[in-house]
């Protein structure tokens, strides 16, 4: 058997390539529609799909690199929580050192 053979690893190959599909879809909304690279990454998606599927159909990235991806996103378990509001710092009391505050 030859180094790299072997289902697992080709399973684990296939994982690798469909988790960086989002990202790359996700990258060519930053370039130029029709520019060099938006066409070289548009080519590398289409190979990609054709030959992998799309990122979301019959997954085998675990689980816990989904869990991550979606975090990221904004859509995971935390995704949708308001931020924590900041609290008023208390000011300072009145009046110098040694001196009582004013009632």
Known sequence: ???GAGAGNEAMAD???KALLPGLHKVLTSY???S???KAVLNALRAL???FGDAQENSMV???IQQLAQTAK???KFGAAP???LQAATPPPMGGPGEAPPI
Do not use: L
């Open 74 to 76: 904004g859509g995971g």
């Open 15 to 17: 994982a690798t390539i």
């Open 1 to 3: 058997m030859s180094p």
């Open 62 to 64: 675990p689980a816990a």
């Open 32 to 34: 130029t529609v029709g």
């Open 83 to 85: 931020p924590m509001p």
């Open 49 to 51: 799909t054709a030959n």
């Open 36 to 38: 060099p690279k938006y």
